[in-house]
């Protein structure tokens, strides 16, 4: 276990099981505030598989943290979906015990598997969550940081604005929808897929889309691919087929791998690090949080523009990957001897 903590640099674990709830809360670091990170509740096939989970999540919510300039440190729940029927309602609220327990060095959210309701469950028992249903959808704060993400990308790589530029969406849920509506506005041309094809319709309808079967995405001629639906889907074959000059999209952990960072990067093609350019919903949450009214969040997201500028100007002159910058300037703010965020963003 240990070694497991080690190899992601997890500073704290915390266990519960009570009755039905066998959860697992990782804190990864604390150098910037309280650990913020949703809640996942799926039914994972072993105790390990969930804590791998956990570790792994954790890691990478310090990073987008580091890089969105919030003062929070990475943080991740897991919950096991228990495999008998069980009562919701009293499951969230043991895991709102638990999460009241930790005395705020853990701060939730919702995730994979969690409702809105489930939040409203755990906020009966502790103050420490960021999601609720009067905390509202942290979805179109998110597409409005991927919208301006890709307009970055598009003058850094075209000198351009974004009529006319072609975006394939690979998904089209909370975020992907909403971003599809703000690129449409801004004049670009839209691809898109959604395993749903009801999604995809509405799409055609309501932004002129063209809709391509979910299996065609990737070798669509277009000047930004965006993946907004699942996470691994930067594999080597993919990769090959990909026509694009950009990849920006939301979805989390888009590289299957490291190495796959460097086949794009390789491939002349500008990858907005997933953590940054979809950090909008991680802003929204700790914000919403601190009591920060709406037009301070919209100029917290509206900083993304310049930390992907810049990692784009330190990919083009170190000749390095987009991904590897951007994880060199998280560790020197979560590791570093600096904690200044404007020194090293
Ligand atoms: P969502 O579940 O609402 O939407 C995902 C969409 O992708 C669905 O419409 C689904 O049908 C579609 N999809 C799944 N597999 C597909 C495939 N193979 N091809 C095409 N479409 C497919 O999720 P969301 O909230 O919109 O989030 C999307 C991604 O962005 C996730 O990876 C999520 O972790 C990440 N993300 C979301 C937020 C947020 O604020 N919601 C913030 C940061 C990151």
New binding site residues.
């Given amino acids: 276990m240990f070694t497991a903590m080690h190899h992601q640099d997890v500073q704290e674990l915390h266990f519960c099981h009570k009755e039905q709830l066998n959860a697992v809360i990782a804190i990864h670091n604390l150098r910037l505030g309280p650990a913020l990170g949703g809640c996942r509740f799926l039914p994972y096939d072993s105790e390990q598989e969930a804590i791998t989970d956990a570790l792994r999540l954790a890691k990478g919510m310090s990073y987008k943290a580091a890089l969105a300039r919030v003062p929070q440190g990475g943080g991740k729940a897991v919950i096991m979906a228990p495999k008998e029927p069980f009562n919701r309602k009293a499951l969230f609220k043991q895991f709102g015990q638990f999460i009241q327990s930790l005395s705020g060095r853990y701060i939730t959210a919702m995730d994979s598997g969690t409702q809105v309701t489930d939040m409203d469950h755990i906020r009966s028992q502790t103050p420490y969550v960021s999601s609720s249903s009067e905390i509202g959808d942290?979805?179109p704060t998110?597409a409005q940081g991927v919208a301006l993400g890709i307009a970055t990308a598009v003058q850094f790589q075209f000198s351009h604005d974004l009529s006319n530029i072609r975006v394939a969406i690979?998904?089209?849920?909370?975020?992907?929808l909403a971003l599809a509506e703000q690129l449409h506005a801004q004049g670009a041309r839209l691809i898109v897929?959604?395993?749903?094809p009801q999604?995809a319709q509405l799409a055609k309808q309501k932004y002129q889309a063209k809709v391509v079967a979910?299996e065609d995405i990737y070798q669509q001629e277009c000047d930004v691919f965006s993946p907004?639906?699942?996470?691994a889907i930067l594999n080597e074959k993919n990769i090959d087929i990909l026509k694009c000059k950009i990849i920006a999209g939301?979805?989390?952990n888009q590289l299957a791998s490291d190495d796959m960072g460097q086949l794009i990067h390789d491939k002349g093609i500008l990858y907005a690090p997933d953590y940054v350019i979809?950090s909008g919903?991680l802003i929204f949450a700790s914000s919403r949080f601190r009591g920060l009214k709406t037009s301070e969040i919209a100029r917290e997201v509206h900083k993304l523009k310049d930390t992907l500028d810049k990692i784009f100007v330190l990919s083009h002159t170190k000749n390095k990957a987009c991904h590897e910058i951007a994880n060199e300037m998280a560790e020197q703010i979560l590791f570093g001897k600096m904690v200044q965020f404007q020194e090293a963003v």
């Fill in positions: 942290p979805s998110t690979q998904g089209l849920g909370h975020v992907g897929s959604d395993v749903d999604k979910p907004c639906g699942l996470g939301c979805a989390n979809n919903g």
